[in-house]
């Protein structure tokens, strides 16, 4: 089983506000992601991280940003939640074989 | 622009039948294709990790065959159960960046 954690699970909050998605692994893989999904949809990639102190835009723009200090540490943040933000968020990280591990994802839901 | 289609979108399925998804992708820039397996209210986890043309993979009751010349998948299911129940993501990685791109997904019903 895989061993990376994101909380919450679940957020309803409303417009204006600022929320960081927090995500953690304990495997020591140096590279993580944030996908976004919305239902039925494909999972797209917003950011990703090769390792410490790196970070990059994904393929579906985002107004999110994200930090990574520690291997270990990848929070996703949005300054002002908005409706359009609705969504969930899934954090991974790979090994060597590229296979991806997933959290059980955050979803969130701003009014 | 790289797609990943995935069909059947959804399927119901009655306990002890045999089904199969298929996952179609780019035939060039082919590096390797994963499947996931994702339950409702849990992580995706990974089936199988697939990089070369007329790969078979099989775990337990699930089985998995990749085609990269004419860039296609398919993944089987054996006597489906309940526990079955699930989406089937396909997720082809290019070279170049080893871009990771998921499809929309296979959403499997097994009824008892």
């Known amino acids: ?111 | 622009i790289l797609n990943v289609e995935q069909s059947p979108q959804s399927l119901h399925v009655q306990e002890g039948d045999s089904t199969n998804f298929t996952c179609s992708f780019p035939s060039s820039n082919f590096y390797a294709l994963h499947w996931y397996r994702w339950e409702t209210a849990k992580s995706p986890e990974a089936l199988f990790v697939m990089t070369l043309n007329g790969d078979e993979k099989k775990k337990g009751r699930i089985s998995a065959t990749l085609n990269t010349k004419e860039g296609y998948s398919y993944l089987y299911i054996k006597g489906s159960q309940p526990e079955d129940s699930a989406t089937y993501l396909c997720a082809f990685i290019s070279t170049g960046g080893f871009k990771t791109i998921f499809g929309a997904g296979t959403r499997l019903f097994v009824k008892a």
């Open chain 1, 1 to 111: 089983e895989a061993d990376i954690y994101q909380t919450p699970r679940y957020l309803v909050i409303g417009t204006g506000k600022k929320i960081t998605l927090e995500c953690s692994q304990t495997m020591g893989h140096d590279k993580m992601y944030w996908y976004q999904q919305d239902p039925g949809m494909e999972l797209h990639l917003i950011h990703y991280s090769y390792g410490v102190n790196s970070t990059e835009k994904g393929d579906l723009s985002s107004e999110s940003t994200v930090s990574r200090i520690r291997t270990e540490h990848f929070p996703l943040t949005l300054e002002s939640a908005r409706p359009s933000h609705t969504s969930q968020y899934l954090c991974a990280s790979t090994r060597i074989t590229g296979e991806l591990f997933f959290g059980e994802g955050s979803r969130l839901t701003v009014l």
